[in-house]
């Protein structure tokens, strides 16, 4: 077989990495080099966090089964254990209260972390994300910032039906005030909530259940303690000329699998990490515009008022307007709550099929 | 701590003199240890005891102090404010000023519990006669140094009476009778009765409080005229300090293509 002609062949080193990439076969971040370190979302989440706290002192992580628990996904995995009960801070469950107390801790100049065991349970906190939070800088003439951070898992996960499945990405997008991101890889994690902890503004941020034990190959760079990606820059996963497949969070996973198949059928997709739901990085999207002419949005959440109607009326309310030679279709959620059996929740939520699909209803109606 | 009286009344008229530059208005007014004025009832309570959480792990010393109405002691983030203040001996007093209206609602039809300082059920509760000015002091510094010495939380109930109505579009008499404020304007006033207490020890004459009265009103005159004289602030401050850093670039408007800069005005006092 080739592998062991290759183990016998080559340097064991090299080896293993080859191994690792083929057992691994996620190699889907553009900028990774051909060799790298294999690093999974949690951890990814978990290391910055580590680090952020190691640097500074007012940084502390408060939330249901985030200490003893080792976090309920485990992304606070070992912090507690690391820096006590001061810096990692179990709480009831009293999501309006604890958002409120987080909120008020960075009024006060620390810099929380206040994690939503999911952004579901976020909508018994909103008016502190919304009313206290993002609004308490402007209210206040620009004396009090908030600088915290509110994360969890957004979105579908597997199985867990109607209440426990909704992006929230469209609803904290609408708000000024907040900076909202929606990562996909490890780099993304990695990079964009050490930029959250940093940011002296509060930054809603976005994480996915079904990708956080997904690993992802990273540059030694992407693992140094002040690797920092800027918040609002998208990312260009999959360079392409005939179509932009525009996504953020697992979407971007949906869309590379459904480029590599439109790529069998001769199309070359290009595909848009967002990265940043607010703010949206209009110039990178309009650039592949200019290049492409043809825009297919690609989200989990509803459609209605979602990230997709954004992006299309921002294009369609400009000169990047008469760019477009078709258009714009959006790939997302179904339009109803998630129901629990399994083909039902599989047919409420898009496929690679469903983009390929709908690039090649785009293209064919030229 | 503070605003002086100009900075208050020009952020009731929201004009620039105001202390959040007229841009927060009568529920958003901040200053140093004081951070508003929420809009929202009751939300000020779990920010208080955030308040309260960062003095404790700044280890400062500090107290928080947070007020909120016999209205509001039925939100339900009250009770989880309490919980977790209690849970982590938060140096935090809740202070209820029973009023005995939320609005048009009277204590009585509102709360099934109007005992208010007895609601923070573990956390201990003292009540005080809000119409006491020596009592509210001394009720205040006892629960400020139980707090200090790390006893806190604490609760204080202090009963008081609402004379106007809730807001200027209520008279205040569809729910009450004008013989109910009346009385207790007239036997429990605060002021008054503070006023007759000094006299009657000795410790000052009518007249060297009329004179504290004629300065404070030439004062606060003068606070009124010039909070009236002042300007609004420019429309270039719309889109001032929604972010400590922006990040993208200008603002959009009222139609496409309208936009407004961004700017930063503010101290922005956590920034660093």
């Known amino acids: 077989m080739e592998s062991t002609r290759i183990v016998k062949n080559v340097g064991s080193l090299f080896a293993k990495k080859w191994l690792c990439r083929q057992v691994l076969g996620r190699n889907l971040s553009v900028s990774a080099a051909a060799r790298g ?18 640097r500074d002192e007012r940084v502390f992580v408060m939330g249901e089964e985030v200490a003893q628990y080792d976090g309920a996904y485990k992304i606070t995995r070992g912090l507690w254990k690391k820096y006590g009960d001061k810096r990692v801070i179990d709480t009831p469950i009293t999501e309006m209260g604890f958002a409120g107390i987080a909120t008020g801790a960075a009024f006060a100049g620390l810099r929380p972390i206040c994690e939503f065991m999911t952004f579901n349970f976020s909508m018994q906190a909103i008016d502190h994300i919304i009313n206290s939070a993002a609004k308490t800088f402007y209210m206040s003439a620009g004396a009090v910032n908030v600088p915290i951070v509110f994360r969890g898992p957004n979105g579908a996960a597997s199985g867990v039906a109607a209440q426990h499945s909704q992006c929230f990405g469209a609803w904290y997008a609408h708000c000024p005030g907040l900076k909202v991101i929606s990562p996909y890889s490890s780099e993304d994690c990695r990079g964009l909530l050490k930029a959250a902890i940093r940011d002296p503004d509060p930054v809603v941020f976005l994480e996915n259940e079904i990708l956080y034990g997904l690993p992802f190959e990273v540059s030694d760079e992407v693992l140094s303690k002040d690797f920092v990606l800027p918040i609002g820059k998208a990312k260009v996963e999959r360079a392409g000329n005939h179509v932009t497949l525009i996504a953020h969070s697992r979407a971007v996973q949906t869309s590379l699998e459904a480029a590599k198949e439109l790529s069998g059928s001769g199309i070359d997709a290009e595909v848009i990490n967002l990265r940043t739901l607010r703010p949206l990085d209009m110039d990178t999207i309009l650039t592949s515009l200019a290049k492409t002419h043809h825009i297919v949005m690609v989200e989990q959440g509803w459609p209605t008022a979602g990230i997709g109607a954004e992006i299309s009326a921002r294009i369609s309310e400009s000169n990047a307007f008469f760019q477009l030679d078709a258009p714009i279709l959006r790939v997302s959620g179904a339009d109803i709550p998630m129901p629990y059996a399994k083909t039902l929740e599989g047919a409420s939520i898009p496929q690679a099929q469903d983009v390929v699909r709908a690039v090649k209803t785009m293209l064919n109606q030229k | 701590m503070g605003v002086p009286v100009f900075g208050v009344l020009a952020e009731l008229l929201g004009r620039k003199g105001g202390c959040a530059r007229g841009k927060g208005g009568s529920m958003h007014m901040y200053a140093p240890n004081f951070y508003g004025g929420n809009g ?24 928080n102090i947070s007020l909120y109405g016999d209205g509001a002691a039925n939100q339900g983030q009250l009770f989880e404010a309490y919980n977790m203040a209690k849970l982590w001996n938060l140096p935090c007093i809740f202070v209820c000023e029973n009023n005995g209206y939320g609005m048009g609602t009277s204590a009585e039809r509102a709360s099934a519990n109007v005992n208010y300082y007895t609601r923070g059920d573990y956390v201990p509760g003292i009540w005080v006669d809000g119409m006491d000015v020596l009592a509210v002091r001394e009720a205040t510094r006892f629960a400020k140094q139980l707090c200090v010495d790390g006893q806190g939380p604490v609760l204080m109930e202090t009963a008081t009476y609402r004379y106007s109505g809730h807001s200027m579009s209520d008279p205040g008499t569809s729910y009450r009778t004008r013989e109910e404020i009346q009385e207790v304007r007239q036997s429990r006033d605060p002021i008054t009765s503070f006023k007759d207490k000094i006299i009657n020890a000795g410790l000052t004459t009518a007249e060297e409080l009329k004179n504290i009265d004629n300065e404070i009103r030439v004062e606060v005159d003068k606070a009124t005229k010039d909070a009236k004289a002042d300007g609004e602030i420019s429309l270039e401050e719309l889109a001032a300090d929604i972010y400590a850093t922006n990040l993208d670039g200008p603002v959009r408007g009222l139609v496409s293509g309208d936009t407004f800069k961004h700017i930063n005005i503010g101290a922005q006092v956590n920034a660093k």
């Open chain 1, 37 to 54: 370190k294999a690093l999974t979302v949690r951890d990814a989440l978990n290391t910055a966090i580590d680090e952020e706290m190691e």
């Open chain 2, 40 to 63: 929202i009832v009751g939300a000020q309570v779990p920010l208080g005891a955030g308040l309260g959480f960062a003095h404790k792990y700044k280890g400062d010393g500090g107290v």
